[in-house]
Nanobody, 124 residues
Framework: QVQLVESGGGLVQAGGSLRLSCVVS????????MAWFRQAPGQEREFVAA????????YYADSVEGRFTVSRDNAKNTGYLGMNSLKPEDTAVYYC?????????????????WGQGTQVTVSS
């Protein structure tokens, strides 16, 4: 089991950018794949992006493909989600998750260890 702490959320205007960070502690970070999910008010938590243990493979939801970039720095035990061209519909609490299994875009919310989330609000 690992512990995850997200940061970097905030309020941004439409068209702006943010970079979220997820610091992972407790186990060898490089042994874990990572994913980002988000949950808007009244909606289910949805997959955003994932990255393999080595960082060589990345996966994205169609809604963020081309705008968001998932990455990781195994030396710093940190994962990142770069978000560009933000839209009001990107407003949500963003969560990172870690799991030993490399699930790609088939990650389920019942799988892995999760952080507490960070709020991202995009104003129009």
């Amino acid at each position: 089991q690992v512990q995850l702490v997200e940061s970097g959320g905030g309020l941004v205007q439409a068209g702006g950018s943010l970079r979220l960070s997820c610091v992972v502690s407790g186990r060898a970070f490089s042994s874990y794949a990572m994913a980002w999910f988000r949950q808007a008010p009244g909606q289910e938590r949805e997959f955003v992006a994932a990255i393999s243990r080595s960082g060589g493979l990345t996966y994205y939801a169609d809604s963020v493909e081309g705008r968001f970039t998932v990455s990781r720095d195994n030396a710093k035990n940190t994962g990142y989600l770069g978000m560009n061209s933000l839209k009001p519909e990107d407003t949500a609490v963003y969560y990172c998750a870690a799991d030993r299994a490399d699930r790609g875009r088939y990650w389920r919310t019942s799988q892995g260890d999760w952080g507490q989330g960070t709020q991202v609000t995009v104003s129009s």
